[in-house]
Structure formats: structure tokens, C-alpha cells
């Protein structure tokens, strides 16, 4: 009975291991289309959603109408057997409740500000109430601390000397918080008010849905400030601020018995010859405290009395010194989530330890999933292989809960650039999405049974960065020398566990005091159990941690120590490390660690590994990292003396793997693809037995081109227009360029999705921002060589703003459906309108500031030629060959597009030698069909029982853009992408290579 459920689950997993997207609240919500989105999202796969307020939402945020919207949705969610979930901010990061709280200046955002003035300007009439404390100071060359002394007044400045001024200061008011600012988390009465603006607002309204229908909430990059501008911001200002709250200093000296005010040049100034700085690290570790106590322990408080799972992601993990820059140690934040979780955003990002992190406070903690907010930032062109890629690594290190960013509810205006691609209706691919969430579900279920064998710890050395932050460390979003040295020691010893199969989790250094005991030689921190612990580039280390691994040492457990802090607790001491081992290099420290894993796998540079041990014997995760490398003939060999069998996580299958077994292990052979994955089972019963592949008997390589069909229309991009402004012509350029321009004549703030939010705007500025401020015309040229056949569209956001005329003549307001997404509006174009030669489409309206000027689109059965940034239409190709679509007809399809073969019968299977587009179906006749989207890209065997057809799903990067980036092709996507300037900008189209690469189809007996 155990292993039939197994089997059924592995072969479609439940909703709890199926991914959660951000589900994107970014226009006018309306009930009957958010219902229908929900049934495209079961659809696609997922097992639920979170529902989060995005750039250009019209229905207002908390208002009773979104209550309304929230209530139905989870309702329906629960219906389909779904999990529906709150976020809790307008945008982000959470704490602002979109502006309100920070209404209130006590409540804002604030920092310390040090500003520094020769001896003659120095002036204290021009600082109030927010003055601190002001220093003479002496530096050397280094710019480092040789003296310092409060001084008030020019008189006693020394010679030599110059003055630094400490005033705290509030954070600038920002439209992304609806014209206010970040609200300041180490404040207990700031976040109580958050809190009560959101958190108690969401439980009047839907309180008896908690726990239930309504799972849990998200928080999204709460902060306690930037340190130095650390992560994100350059200017000069950022720079020269360090995070300040009413109650800091305070609160410093109960902790540390000293007086902070009179220590600040400590803090902002390397002291001359100091290795580190004790001052400074225990401001980190303050600033910690405060954000934990005032921040996360409210929340985590708030969610556990009214039933709802915290989970979410804090600013930021990447780096050792991000999180310092923005919030101390994450692992210690995790502690009061249910779920914590990471944000991995862009393609290529590989920030492995970022994941581990998370996933070592959950396996301590038993938290039993951990999310990952992933595959934002990435662009239109990411396609099916590229999701399973960044899914992997982040799967097999501990991810189970995956949060798409972003599923659009409309592309309106700005919505459209809040970081594409929208995975969702809008892609055309969406429908065949569910074969990606299939593969993850089945991983994450695998990835859940039994206990994680993890045998390693490694403290995690973040306290050393805290010891070294001044003004400057974090320039350019670069870390200063020191703690580069830090961060790459951190990310080598990494790399060399990982590639030796050694599985470890991260200690932080305030949980292992507080949770750790040593019992029968071994180190328990919460649920896991440890046999050795690795210290490894630290500069400081905490007494409590010492006295810990010493009495653990003195139990018999093992302690490796590649580098000696020469810190205890930020003070220069010299460590009692005679009864740890002393290892020379991360070789060396790997080989110790591997003497007393009790699973041991041999090395294979690249392969991540995730073992889990049940009471019927082991199974075993592996991906290849690498998306450019195979891995042809691989032996993994395990010290396990059991059978194999591999879990085919593409197809849910079970099948037989290769394998010798021996006395004291088994040896398995096999290979990994580029990025491939392999899973196995290792058991003492019995198993599948393994299968020759048939040897193919004859192969067909197809004509060079094929015959097809579009499963929709193909589209003419109309982006480059003539624009007159009240009958003045301002020129030719294409439309965001437009619009800019406009709103530049007559000083209007710019559309961004960082911008006021049009709900707020409706509600505190009324009709304002819709008042006319000119007259505009648009007008757009195309040429037509072949008149095109069957009916066409003119499709256009918001069409009836304007008044349309083609040739002249005015085109009919009479919508025919939508193209795309639900906001870009189809008309009837008739054909009569149109001529050989030129044509011209005219749109013109009374601009307002609340008018979107966005791309239009003419969609039909033909072909559009391009010649720099002119557009002709042709006549559709008969054919399709394997040139890029740009050059064949097709330049800003982004459909499907049916091939035909001509072949059928027999046992066959299909080999591409790549995938360009999202993916490729395979259709064997009679319904039998199979997705091919990752390497080897290769079907398995077919009874071919008809003709054999491939439809290409392509992605919508070549429709939606960027169309003017020049170079065309960039791994990420972000909104400004869509605007650049000078080289990076070109009228000519930018557009990817998508299209069919013409397989081979092979035959078997």
C-alpha cells in the first residue's frame, strides 16, 4: 500500500509541491476575469497563488472592493483544491501599507547622515533637532582614523583636524510609496500601525478565512535600512547614512555598556592599523536585534494567533555583505517564519549559498518548506529550459515552494514592463507549462520523504563582515577589499564541499548558542544532527561558539578550522583552538569532512547532490550545473550496499538504471546532459531492471523546410510614429520615447512602474490627472506589397481614448475580442480601408497625464517584411524553414506555429539539436504527443498511428520587447530595458532568433 501511494503520488504530486505564483493585482479588478485567471492558473499546473499588488492597480488597495476580490478568489481556490495566499504591501518591500503609515514622519525610515567640513566651515546654526553629535577627526592617507574628539565649536578644532557633523535625518519621499517612504522596522510603534493598517484590516475582512481558505501571507523585503548604500544605492548622500531609529542609542548601551554617540567616527571610520572594528560590529549586531524584536517578532506573533503561515523573503540574501548592508543575518530572520524563503532573481544568477542558508534554519527548525521567489527579472525569451535550470540547483539545495514572479492579471500600460515575462495567458506557451510544473512536483515530492543526510556544519561566517563595514565599503555595490576576502573564502569552501557530494548546513553563530546541544559525540542544533563542524573564514567568532565546539571536541566530535579568527566576540584575542583539527586548504577540508559522512559519494565538479534517507533505504537528487557541459559516462558511487533504480522526473516513470553492487556500496553509470538531472532510489529489495535502448534501424532527416500552420494571427507591430502635438509635428520616434517627450513639454511626471499608483491617485487627487492638456496625433505608416486575406484586427489599449482613422477614413468602434492579453482591445479591419503601397493608421486624443501611450497592433493572415524600422506586408511564406522567423514572414509572431512531416508509422522517436522557442510538442497521431524542452531534446519511442506533426511554442520576446535594445538579446529584463538611450538604442527592430531547427526522426523495430 505504502509503495502504491508512493508511485501515485511521485507520477502527479499533489498541490503541495506544485508552485504558487506571484499572482499580479495590476489594473481594475474585476471578479468574473480574476475567476477565470484562477482556472488558467490550475491549469498551467501551479497549486495556488499569491495574490500581490503590482505596478498600475486601479482597484483600491485594501479598499472594500479588494477585500471583495481577495474572498472570492480564495474561495474559489479552496473550491478547485488550490492555496490561495495574502501579501502584504501595495508593491514593496512590506511595512509602508502602501504609504499610509509613513503618512507620519515619526514613523519614517531614518538614518544617520555624517557630513564633514573643513575647520572654517564648520557651523551647528544649520542643524535643529535632528543634530546628534559633532568630532574633530584627523586621518591619514588610508583616510583612516588617527584621532577624534567632540568638539561644538570652531574654536576647538585643532590644526589638522576637520569636522564631521552626526544629524539624523529622514529617508527622501519616493512616489513608490505613494509619495511618502519606507517605514522605519525598528520602530515597535511604526510596525504596530502597519500591522494594524494591513495585517487587522485583512483579518476583519477575511478573519474567518484564515487557516483555511486563506493559507498564509508573504512578506517581501522588509528592511532596517542601508549601511553605507549598501546593495543599491551609489549617491553621495547613501553613502555617508547608517540605519537610525529614536530608541538606538538607548538601546546600545543597555547591550553593550558603552555609549554609541560618543563612538560614531568608530563606526564610520576605520581605526588607523585596526584589523577590524569592535564598535562597529556591535552596531550590526544592535541594528539586528532591533529589527528582529520591532520587525519580525510582531509579525510572526500576529500570524501565529490568527492561524495564517508566515513566509516570504527578506532585503537581501546574495552576498554576505548584502544582508549585512540591509539586515544582519538573514538565517536569524527565518527563525520566525513558518516558511521562510529567498529571492533568486535573473537567469544566470547562481548564488548557491543563499539557498543553503534558508534551507539549514528549516531542517533545524522543522519548518517544512522553503520558498524561493525565482524567475523574475529574466525577460520574455526565457524559455521552458531556462526554468528548469534555475529551478534546479535551487530544488535539489532545499527549495519545495516555488513563487513565480510574475503572473500578470493585464498588461495595461506600465504593467506591461514590471519585469517580463509574464508567466501566464499572455505566453503562448502557457498551456503546455503544467509538463514543467509536473517535473518540479515530482522533484519537491521526492524531496520530502524521510530525513536529509547531512552529517556537516559550517558556521557561517557573517559576523566577520559586521567587524568591517566604514564609510566606503560598499562603493559602487562592490565590497571593500576585506570583505571580499570573506565572501570569497566563503563561496570557495562552498564550491569544494559541493563537488565532493559533502552536504552541509550553515550555523548561525546566535541560533547555535541558543538551540545547540552535544549528545553521544555528536552536535545537535534544533532537529539535525551533526558529526562535524567546519570553522572557515572568519575574522571573529563568538566565545559562546568556541565553548560550544570545545565541549563538542571534548565529546569526540570532530572540529575543522581552515583559517583562526584572530577576533572573540570583535576584540583582538587569540582563540584556543588545541583540540580542533588544522586544516591547510579547502581540499584538505573536504577530505577531513568526508571521514565521518556517513553517506559518502565520490566527486563530480558541478553536480549538486541531495540525499534523504527513509526506513526503506535512500534516494538520491542530482543536477548538473552546468548549462554548457555533459557529463558523457558518470559513476556515482555511493558507500550504500543496495539496489538502484532512477525516477524519470520528466515522465514520472520508474525504470532500471545501470549498477553494480559490492559489500560496502554501489556504483551506478550514468550521464548528465547539459543542466541535466538524474534521481534514484537505492533500496535492498527489488528494483526495475535496466533496458538496453533499441537501436534505431533506419533515420529520416527532413527537407530543409516544411509545410505549417499558425495557430493564430501573425501581427504588425505599430510602435514608430509621427507625432503633432496641437498641430505642431515634434518628429518621428517610437511611442515610450513619444510619451516621454510629451510629458517633457508640459512637465508631467513620467510613467514608471515605480510611480504613484493610479488607485491612490483616484482616490486623494480626483479627476486631476485626467484633465487635457493638448491635442495629440499618432501617426503610423506601413506599406502593403501583398493585400492580405480574410478578416483583419486593429488592436489597441484603451481604444475608444482615442478617435482612429486608416487611410482617411475613421475606423469603427466595435470591439471583436482581445489579442493576447485582456486589455489590448480588437477591432474589425476592413479590408477595403487598406491600399497597395502606403497606408497610414492615425490615432488621435486629448492628452492627460493619465493617458498611455503604448504600442498598436494590425493582426491577419500575412507576412510583414522589415527594412530598418519599415514595416511592408507580403504574403505568408508556403514553407518554413530553420532561419530565424524574423526573416521569414514572421518578425513579431509569438504564437505557435504547426509543422508537417509528411511521415508517420512505426515506432519512431524525434532528436532536435535545439530548442529555439519555449518548447516543442511532438505529436505522434492519435493523440499521443510528448513536450521536448530540455537536453538531449529527444523524444522517447512512439507508435507513430498518423502523421507526425510538431507544434513550436515560441515565446513573446519578438511582440512585446524589448524592440529597440540594441544588442537585441539581454539574459534579464527589467523596465528600463524599454527605454534605453544613445548606442543602446536603435529604430531599427532588435529581435531574437526563434524558430525551428528541423529534427531527425529515427525509427525502431
Same mark, same amino acid.
Given at each position: 500500500?505504502?509503495?502504491?501511494?508512493?508511485?501515485?503520488?511521485?507520477?502527479? !504530486?499533489?498541490?503541495?509541491?506544485?508552485?504558487?505564483?506571484?499572482?499580479?493585482?495590476?489594473?481594475?479588478?474585476?471578479?468574473?476575469?480574476?475567476?477565470?485567471?484562477?482556472?488558467?492558473?490550475?491549469?498551467?499546473?501551479?497549486?495556488?497563488?499569491?495574490?500581490?499588488?503590482?505596478?498600475?492597480? @486601479?482597484?483600491?488597495?485594501?479598499?472594500?472592493?479588494?477585500?471583495? /476580490?481577495?474572498?472570492?478568489?480564495?474561495?474559489?481556490?479552496?473550491?478547485?483544491?488550490?492555496?490561495?495566499?495574502?501579501?502584504?504591501?501595495?508593491?514593496?518591500?512590506?511595512?509602508?501599507?502602501?504609504?499610509?503609515?509613513?503618512?507620519?514622519?515619526?514613523?519614517?525610515?531614518?538614518?544617520?547622515?555624517?557630513?564633514?567640513?573643513?575647520?572654517?566651515?564648520?557651523?551647528?546654526?544649520?542643524?535643529?533637532?535632528?543634530?546628534?553629535?559633532?568630532?574633530?577627526?584627523?586621518?591619514?592617507?588610508?583616510?583612516?582614523?588617527?584621532?577624534?574628539?567632540?568638539?561644538?565649536?570652531?574654536?576647538?578644532?585643532?590644526?589638522?583636524?576637520?569636522?564631521?557633523?552626526?544629524?539624523?535625518?529622514?529617508?527622501?519621499?519616493?512616489?513608490?510609496?505613494?509619495?511618502?517612504?519606507?517605514?522605519?522596522?525598528?520602530?515597535?510603534?511604526?510596525?504596530?500601525?502597519?500591522?494594524?493598517?494591513?495585517?487587522?484590516?485583512?483579518?476583519?475582512?477575511?478573519?474567518?478565512?484564515?487557516?483555511?481558505?486563506?493559507?498564509?501571507?508573504?512578506?517581501?523585503? !522588509?528592511?532596517?535600512?542601508?549601511?553605507?548604500?549598501?546593495?543599491?544605492?551609489?549617491?553621495?548622500?547613501?553613502?555617508?547614512?547608517?540605519?537610525?531609529?529614536?530608541?538606538?542609542?538607548?538601546?546600545?548601551?543597555?547591550?553593550?555598556?558603552?555609549?554609541?554617540?560618543?563612538?560614531?567616527?568608530?563606526?564610520?571610520?576605520?581605526?588607523? &592599523?585596526?584589523?577590524?572594528?569592535?564598535?562597529?560590529?556591535?552596531?550590526?549586531?544592535?541594528?539586528?536585534?532591533?529589527?528582529?524584536?520591532?520587525?519580525?517578532?510582531?509579525?510572526? %506573533?500576529?500570524?501565529?494567533?490568527?492561524?495564517?503561515?508566515?513566509?516570504?523573503?527578506?532585503?537581501?540574501?546574495?552576498?554576505?555583505?548584502?544582508?549585512?548592508?540591509?539586515?544582519? @543575518?538573514?538565517?536569524?530572520?527565518?527563525?520566525?517564519?513558518?516558511?521562510?524563503?529567498?529571492?533568486?532573481?535573473?537567469?544566470?544568477?547562481?548564488?548557491?549559498?543563499?539557498?543553503?542558508?534558508?534551507?539549514?534554519?528549516?531542517?533545524?527548525?522543522?519548518?517544512?518548506?522553503?520558498?524561493?521567489?525565482?524567475?523574475?527579472?529574466?525577460?520574455?525569451?526565457?524559455?521552458?529550459?531556462?526554468?528548469?535550470?534555475?529551478?534546479?540547483?535551487?530544488?535539489?539545495?532545499?527549495?519545495?515552494?516555488?513563487?513565480?514572479?510574475?503572473?500578470?492579471?493585464?498588461?495595461?500600460?506600465?504593467?506591461?514592463? %514590471?519585469?517580463?515575462?509574464?508567466?501566464?495567458?499572455?505566453?503562448?506557451?502557457?498551456?503546455?507549462?503544467?509538463?514543467?510544473?509536473?517535473?518540479? @512536483?515530482?522533484?519537491?515530492?521526492?524531496?520530502?520523504?524521510?530525513?536529509?543526510?547531512?552529517?556537516?556544519?559550517?558556521?557561517?561566517?557573517?559576523?566577520?563582515?559586521?567587524?568591517?563595514?566604514?564609510?566606503?565599503?560598499? %562603493?559602487?555595490?562592490?565590497?571593500?577589499?576585506?570583505?571580499?576576502?570573506?565572501?570569497?573564502?566563503?563561496?570557495?569552501?562552498?564550491?569544494?564541499?559541493?563537488?565532493?557530494?559533502?552536504?552541509?548546513?550553515?550555523?548561525?553563530?546566535?541560533?547555535?548558542?541558543?538551540?545547540?546541544?552535544?549528545?553521544?559525540?555528536?552536535?545537535?542544533?534544533?532537529?539535525?544532527?551533526?558529526?562535524?563542524?567546519?570553522?572557515?573564514?572568519?575574522?571573529?567568532?563568538?566565545?559562546?561558539?568556541?565553548?560550544?565546539?570545545?565541549?563538542?571536541?571534548?565529546?569526540? &566530535?570532530?572540529?575543522?578550522?581552515?583559517?583562526?579568527?584572530?577576533?572573540?566576540?570583535?576584540?583582538?584575542?587569540?582563540?584556543?583552538?588545541?583540540?580542533?583539527?588544522?586544516?591547510?586548504?579547502?581540499?584538505?577540508?573536504?577530505?577531513? /569532512?568526508?571521514?565521518?559522512?556517513?553517506?559518502?559519494?565520490?566527486?563530480?565538479?558541478?553536480?549538486?547532490?541531495?540525499?534523504?534517507?527513509?526506513?526503506?533505504?535512500?534516494?538520491?537528487?542530482?543536477?548538473?550545473?552546468?548549462?554548457?557541459?555533459?557529463?558523457?559516462?558518470?559513476?556515482?558511487?555511493?558507500?550504500?550496499?543496495?539496489?538502484?533504480?532512477?525516477?524519470?522526473?520528466?515522465?514520472?516513470?520508474?525504470?532500471?538504471?545501470?549498477?553494480?553492487?559490492?559489500?560496502?556500496?554501489?556504483?551506478?553509470?550514468?550521464?548528465?546532459?547539459?543542466?541535466?538531472?538524474?534521481?534514484?532510489?537505492?533500496?535492498?529489495?527489488?528494483?526495475?531492471?535496466?533496458?538496453?535502448?533499441?537501436?534505431?534501424?533506419?533515420?529520416?532527416?527532413?527537407?530543409?523546410?516544411?509545410?505549417?500552420?499558425?495557430?493564430?494571427?501573425?501581427?504588425?507591430?505599430?510602435?514608430?510614429?509621427?507625432?503633432?502635438?496641437?498641430?505642431?509635428?515634434?518628429?518621428?520616434?517610437?511611442?515610450?520615447?513619444?510619451?516621454?517627450?510629451?510629458?517633457?513639454?508640459?512637465?508631467?511626471?513620467?510613467?514608471?512602474?515605480?510611480?504613484?499608483?493610479?488607485?491612490?491617485?483616484?482616490?486623494?487627487?480626483?479627476?486631476?490627472?485626467?484633465?487635457?492638456?493638448?491635442?495629440?496625433?499618432?501617426?503610423?505608416?506601413?506599406?502593403?506589397?501583398?493585400?492580405?486575406?480574410?478578416?483583419?484586427?486593429?488592436?489597441?489599449?484603451?481604444?475608444?481614448?482615442?478617435?482612429?482613422?486608416?487611410?482617411?477614413?475613421?475606423?469603427?468602434?466595435?470591439?471583436?475580442?482581445?489579442?493576447?492579453?485582456? @486589455?489590448?482591445?480588437?477591432?474589425?479591419?476592413?479590408?477595403?480601408?487598406?491600399?497597395?503601397?502606403?497606408?497610414?493608421?492615425?490615432?488621435? /486624443?486629448?492628452?492627460?497625464?493619465?493617458?498611455?501611450?503604448?504600442?498598436?497592433?494590425?493582426?491577419?493572415?500575412?507576412?510583414?517584411?522589415?527594412?530598418?524600422?519599415?514595416?511592408?506586408?507580403?504574403?505568408?511564406?508556403?514553407?518554413?524553414?530553420?532561419?530565424?522567423?524574423?526573416?521569414?514572414?514572421?518578425?513579431?509572431?509569438?504564437?505557435?506555429?504547426?509543422?508537417?512531416?509528411?511521415?508517420?508509422?512505426?515506432? /519512431?522517436?524525434?532528436?532536435?539539436?535545439?530548442?529555439?522557442?519555449?518548447?516543442?510538442?511532438?505529436?505522434?497521431?492519435?493523440?499521443?504527443?510528448?513536450?521536448?524542452?530540455?537536453?538531449?531534446?529527444?523524444?522517447?519511442?512512439?507508435?507513430?498511428?498518423?502523421?507526425?506533426?510538431?507544434?513550436?511554442?515560441?515565446?513573446?520576446?519578438?511582440?512585446?520587447?524589448?524592440?529597440?535594445?540594441?544588442?537585441?538579446?539581454?539574459?534579464?529584463?527589467?523596465?528600463?530595458?524599454?527605454?534605453?538611450?544613445?548606442?543602446?538604442?536603435?529604430?531599427?527592430?532588435?529581435?531574437?532568433?526563434?524558430?525551428?531547427?528541423?529534427?531527425?526522426?529515427?525509427?525502431?523495430?
Amino acid at each position: 500500500m505504502e509503495e502504491k501511494m508512493f508511485l501515485n503520488q511521485f507520477a502527479d !504530486p499533489s498541490g503541495d509541491f506544485r508552485g504558487k505564483p506571484f499572482w499580479a493585482w495590476n489594473g481594475k479588478l474585476e471578479k468574473e476575469e480574476l475567476i477565470r485567471q484562477i482556472r488558467v492558473i490550475k491549469q498551467m499546473g501551479f497549486g495556488g497563488f499569491f495574490m500581490h499588488s503590482r505596478a498600475g492597480l @486601479s482597484t483600491e488597495y485594501m479598499g472594500a472592493e479588494w477585500m471583495d /476580490c481577495i474572498r472570492a478568489c480564495s474561495k474559489e481556490a479552496s473550491k478547485l483544491g488550490m492555496q490561495a495566499y495574502l501579501y502584504d504591501e501595495d508593491r514593496w518591500p512590506s511595512g509602508s501599507a502602501g504609504g499610509v503609515v509613513t503618512k507620519n514622519p515619526k514613523y519614517r525610515l531614518k538614518y544617520i547622515r555624517a557630513q564633514t567640513f573643513d575647520k572654517n566651515a564648520f557651523d551647528l546654526i544649520r542643524y535643529g533637532q535632528e543634530y546628534l553629535a559633532s568630532f574633530a577627526v584627523r586621518l591619514d592617507d588610508k583616510r583612516e582614523l588617527l584621532d577624534y574628539y567632540p568638539v561644538t565649536d570652531v574654536i576647538n578644532v585643532k590644526d589638522g583636524y576637520r569636522v564631521t557633523v552626526f544629524a539624523f535625518e529622514e529617508e527622501e519621499q519616493n512616489e513608490f510609496y505613494n509619495g511618502y517612504t519606507y517605514v522605519d522596522t525598528m520602530n515597535a510603534e511604526a510596525v504596530g500601525a502597519y500591522i494594524k493598517e494591513t495585517h487587522e484590516r485583512y483579518a476583519a475582512a477575511c478573519g474567518d478565512m484564515f487557516g483555511k481558505e486563506i493559507r498564509g501571507i508573504f512578506t517581501d523585503e !522588509p528592511h532596517r535600512g542601508y549601511i553605507f548604500g549598501g546593495f543599491a544605492f551609489n549617491d553621495e548622500i547613501y553613502r555617508n547614512r547608517i540605519p537610525y531609529t529614536y530608541t538606538l542609542f538607548e538601546t546600545f548601551k543597555k547591550k553593550n555598556g558603552y555609549d554609541l554617540l560618543r563612538k560614531l567616527p568608530e563606526v564610520y571610520y576605520r581605526g588607523a &592599523g585596526e584589523g577590524f572594528s569592535k564598535t562597529a560590529y556591535d552596531f550590526v549586531e544592535v541594528l539586528q536585534r532591533l529589527f528582529l524584536d520591532n520587525f519580525a517578532k510582531p509579525y510572526r %506573533d500576529f500570524c501565529q494567533k490568527n492561524k495564517l503561515i508566515a513566509t516570504g523573503h527578506v532585503l537581501h540574501e546574495d552576498t554576505l555583505s548584502d544582508q549585512v548592508a540591509t539586515s544582519g @543575518s538573514v538565517q536569524r530572520y527565518y527563525e520566525y517564519m513558518d516558511y521562510p524563503g529567498v529571492d533568486v532573481l535573473c537567469e544566470d544568477n547562481k548564488q548557491f549559498w543563499v539557498v543553503k542558508q534558508a534551507y539549514s534554519v528549516a531542517k533545524q527548525l522543522n519548518k517544512p518548506f522553503v520558498l524561493s521567489e525565482l524567475y523574475g527579472v529574466s525577460g520574455w525569451q526565457m524559455n521552458f529550459e531556462s526554468h528548469k535550470h534555475v529551478g534546479d540547483w535551487q530544488a535539489v539545495l532545499g527549495i519545495n515552494l516555488r513563487c513565480h514572479h510574475l503572473s500578470w492579471y493585464t498588461m495595461q500600460g506600465e504593467a506591461k514592463r %514590471d519585469f517580463p515575462a509574464s508567466i501566464f495567458y499572455q505566453s503562448g506557451w502557457h498551456d503546455k507549462y503544467k509538463y514543467v510544473e509536473d517535473y518540479f @512536483s515530482r522533484m519537491g515530492y521526492i524531496l520530502s520523504q524521510g530525513k536529509p543526510v547531512t552529517d556537516i556544519l559550517v558556521i557561517n561566517p557573517i559576523e566577520s563582515v559586521w567587524g568591517l563595514i566604514r564609510k566606503g565599503c560598499f %562603493d559602487d555595490n562592490r565590497p571593500s577589499a576585506e570583505i571580499k576576502a570573506v565572501e570569497d573564502g566563503y563561496t570557495a569552501l562552498f564550491k569544494e564541499l559541493a563537488d565532493n557530494g559533502l552536504d552541509f548546513d550553515y550555523a548561525d553563530e546566535d541560533i547555535l548558542k541558543r538551540r545547540s546541544k552535544i549528545k553521544n559525540r555528536a552536535l545537535y542544533v534544533g532537529a539535525m544532527k551533526y558529526t562535524t563542524v567546519v570553522l572557515s573564514g572568519m575574522r571573529t567568532v563568538r566565545q559562546s561558539t568556541l565553548d560550544i565546539l570545545n565541549r563538542f571536541a571534548a565529546a569526540g &566530535g570532530k572540529v575543522i578550522v581552515k583559517d583562526i579568527p584572530d577576533y572573540i566576540d570583535g576584540l583582538k584575542a587569540e582563540a584556543d583552538i588545541s583540540a580542533f583539527e588544522r586544516a591547510g586548504d579547502y581540499e584538505s577540508v573536504a577530505e577531513e /569532512c568526508r571521514k565521518l559522512t556517513a553517506v559518502k559519494q565520490n566527486r563530480l565538479p558541478g553536480v549538486l547532490t541531495h540525499i534523504r534517507k527513509t526506513g526503506r533505504g535512500y534516494y538520491a537528487v542530482m543536477v548538473n550545473t552546468d548549462r554548457e557541459k555533459e557529463i558523457d559516462a558518470a559513476e556515482v558511487r555511493f558507500n550504500l550496499p543496495c539496489n538502484a533504480e532512477e525516477l524519470d522526473l520528466r515522465s514520472g516513470e520508474i525504470k532500471g538504471c545501470r549498477f553494480e553492487r559490492f559489500e560496502t556500496g554501489i556504483k551506478i553509470y550514468t550521464s548528465f546532459t547539459k543542466g541535466g538531472e538524474r534521481a534514484f532510489r537505492l533500496t535492498k529489495g527489488e528494483v526495475k531492471p535496466y533496458k538496453e535502448k533499441n537501436k534505431s534501424i533506419r533515420e529520416i532527416t527532413l527537407d530543409g523546410s516544411l509545410e505549417y500552420e499558425l495557430t493564430e494571427d501573425n501581427v504588425l507591430v505599430l510602435d514608430i510614429a509621427n507625432c503633432l502635438v496641437d498641430g505642431e509635428d515634434i518628429g518621428a520616434d517610437e511611442i515610450l520615447k513619444i510619451d516621454r517627450t510629451v510629458r517633457r513639454m508640459f512637465q508631467l511626471p513620467f510613467r514608471r512602474g515605480d510611480a504613484i499608483q493610479p488607485w491612490y491617485k483616484e482616490k486623494y487627487f480626483g479627476v486631476a490627472h485626467k484633465e487635457k492638456i493638448c491635442r495629440l496625433d499618432l501617426l503610423y505608416e506601413f506599406n502593403i506589397e501583398t493585400m492580405p486575406e480574410g478578416d483583419l484586427f486593429f488592436a489597441a489599449e484603451t481604444p475608444r481614448k482615442f478617435d482612429i482613422c486608416v487611410n482617411g477614413g475613421a475606423l469603427k468602434q466595435e470591439p471583436c475580442g482581445t489579442f493576447i492579453d485582456n @486589455s489590448i482591445i480588437r477591432l474589425k479591419l476592413p479590408r477595403e480601408m487598406l491600399a497597395a503601397g502606403k497606408n497610414a493608421v492615425t490615432l488621435s /486624443c486629448d492628452f492627460s497625464e493619465s493617458t498611455d501611450l503604448e504600442a498598436c497592433y494590425i493582426t491577419g493572415s500575412f507576412g510583414v517584411a522589415l527594412n530598418g524600422p519599415q514595416k511592408t506586408v507580403t504574403a505568408l511564406p508556403q514553407k518554413l524553414d530553420s532561419r530565424p522567423l524574423f526573416r521569414q514572414g514572421l518578425p513579431f509572431y509569438g504564437g505557435k506555429i504547426k509543422f508537417f512531416t509528411g511521415i508517420g508509422g512505426g515506432a /519512431c522517436a524525434v532528436a532536435f539539436d535545439r530548442i529555439r522557442g519555449a518548447c516543442v510538442e511532438a505529436d505522434f497521431g492519435g493523440g499521443d504527443a510528448e513536450i521536448v524542452a530540455f537536453a538531449p531534446y529527444e523524444t522517447k519511442v512512439h507508435d507513430a498511428t498518423g502523421e507526425i506533426t510538431f507544434t513550436l511554442n515560441l515565446t513573446r520576446r519578438n511582440t512585446f520587447g524589448p524592440l529597440h535594445q540594441t544588442p537585441p538579446f539581454n539574459p534579464a529584463g527589467w523596465p528600463a530595458l524599454f527605454l534605453t538611450e544613445g548606442q543602446y538604442f536603435s529604430l531599427d527592430y532588435g529581435l531574437i532568433d526563434e524558430g525551428l531547427d528541423i529534427p531527425k526522426i529515427r525509427f525502431y523495430e
